[in-house]
């Protein structure tokens, strides 16, 4: 029998869920009559006792029968017993240099990582607070400045080019880092923003739409075309083609109708040399000003940047004259081959005409009779069925 077997009677005590409270209670209850008023502890007593010289006697039996093996546990334990004798001054010693560690490097460490967490949390806060300090002061420029449309026109639309000057730097500093969006005064502003973006990009566009020569002002445009590169640079290059094919088509229109009053056309090519000389001045202005987007170190301008987006190869000027070129050329010679009175009217008035058309280029070039331009060769060619 085995020693497993000799305690399959003791298993109750053996159990880890075992509770000597519990097995006691249990005890008594089971070796009492719940009908009598006395209660017996001495049978719980003989019981247990009895249970106690029946488990000596089995341990004296195991240790009879298993000596040799008892006697190799106890002399193993005597070895682990020295062994941790022997280990226990350099465990202490461990024990001593973790504890040093742990005091003089783990927990200061600790410090600064907390510490340096605090000063992070301290620094962001003062990055927005700075942040919301630029925000404020640049929404007391903008609302200073009188939105009304009256006000952004004023003096030569002077309020709407220092407006949305405003609203660039504001758009630039929201986007620039990622600090501005947490701030609700900022993502509240975006909306109203956005509003008044459009309304100045509406009053610009309405100003270069409707430009003719006797409304150009040098001031006036500037101040639009830097209003629309700060705020819409699409805009500014949409209108300004917008405005030399109007005005293209419009003196290409106008003298066509005129081929048939010979006595007309110098005036008529007179109002188209004003158009000529304001897109030179448009042109002149835009290349004395920085493009907004260009570093410090760049020499390009407003003009070089709408230039190149445009895909314009010329001259504002040079490709009016082109224009008008390409336009009358068929015109004038369907007349000519046509025959009849308008055309021999032409043909006979062929020096007057060509006459004034060099006056006319020379004029919106700022020269006298210069027969070497492009724009006079060009305009030239356009009249030579008169020949």
């Known amino acids: 029998m085995t020693a497993t077997q000799d305690l399959s009677d003791y298993e109750t005590y053996t159990d880890e869920s075992f509770v000597p409270v519990e097995f006691a209670n249990?005890?008594?209850?089971?070796?009492?009559?719940?009908?009598?008023?006395?209660?017996?502890?001495?049978?719980?007593?003989?019981?247990?006792?009895?249970?106690?010289?029946?488990?000596?006697?089995?341990?004296?039996?195991?240790?009879?029968?298993?000596?040799?093996?008892?006697?190799?546990?106890?002399?193993?334990?005597?070895?682990?017993?020295?062994?941790?004798?022997?280990i226990n001054p350099a465990l202490s010693h461990l024990n001593s240099s973790y504890m040093r560690l742990q005091k003089e490097i783990v927990d200061?460490?600790?410090?600064?990582?907390?510490?340096?967490?605090?000063?992070?949390?301290?620094?962001?806060?003062?990055?927005?607070?700075?942040?919301?300090?630029?925000?404020?002061?640049?929404?007391?420029?903008?609302?200073?400045?009188?939105?009304?449309?009256?006000?952004?026109?004023?003096?030569?639309?002077?309020?709407?080019?220092?407006?949305?000057?405003?609203?660039?730097k504001l758009k630039q500093y929201i986007s620039g880092t990622p600090y501005p969006r947490t701030l609700k005064i900022v993502r509240d502003y975006e909306l109203f923003q956005s509003s008044l973006v459009s309304h100045c990009v509406n009053i610009g566009s309405a100003y270069l739409k409707g430009l003719t020569p006797r409304e150009y002002n040098d001031q006036g445009v500037l101040n639009v075309a830097k209003s629309?590169?700060?705020?819409?640079?699409?805009t500014l290059y949409n209108r300004l083609q917008e405005v030399m094919t109007k005005l293209s088509s419009r003196s290409i229109n106008l003298i066509s109708r005129n081929f048939n009053n010979v006595n007309v056309l110098e005036n008529v090519f007179r109002q188209v040399s004003m158009d000529a000389k304001m897109l030179t001045s448009m042109q002149n202005v835009l290349e004395s000003n920085k493009w907004i987007e260009d570093d410090e170190s760049s020499a390009?301008?407003?003009?070089?940047?709408?230039?190149?987006?445009?895909?314009?190869?010329?001259?504002?000027?040079?490709?009016?004259?082109?224009?008008?070129?390409?336009?009358?050329?068929?015109?004038?010679?369907?007349?000519?081959q046509k025959g009849g009175p308008i055309a021999r009217n032409l043909k006979d008035s062929k020096e007057s005409i060509k006459q004034t058309v060099k006056n006319s280029v020379s004029d919106s070039l700022g020269k006298t009779d210069d027969g070497d331009s492009m724009?006079?060769?060009?305009m030239l060619n356009s009249v030579r069925s008169l020949d």
């Open 300 to 336: 390009s301008n407003m003009w070089n940047q709408i230039q190149k987006f445009l895909d314009l190869n010329a001259p504002l000027c040079t490709i009016f004259w082109r224009d008008i070129a390409t336009g009358i050329e068929p015109r004038l010679k369907a007349i000519i």
């Open 26 to 86: 249990g005890l008594v209850v089971s070796t009492n009559d719940p009908e009598t008023t006395n209660i017996d502890i001495l049978t719980s007593l003989k019981r247990l006792k009895f249970d106690l010289r029946d488990l000596n006697k089995k341990i004296k039996k195991s240790i009879d029968v298993n000596y040799e093996s008892l006697i190799e546990e106890f002399e193993n334990l005597e070895k682990l017993s020295s062994t941790v004798n022997e």
């Open 375 to 378: 724009e006079l060769t060009i």
């Open 228 to 234: 629309l590169m700060y705020i819409s640079p699409s």
């Open 108 to 168: 200061p460490y600790s410090e600064c990582v907390k510490l340096h967490l605090a000063l992070k949390k301290i620094h962001q806060t003062s990055t927005l607070i700075r942040s919301s300090l630029y925000f404020i002061a640049l929404i007391t420029k903008i609302e200073m400045i009188d939105s009304s449309d009256h006000s952004l026109r004023a003096d030569n639309y002077g309020n709407l080019e220092l407006i949305s000057e405003h609203l660039f």
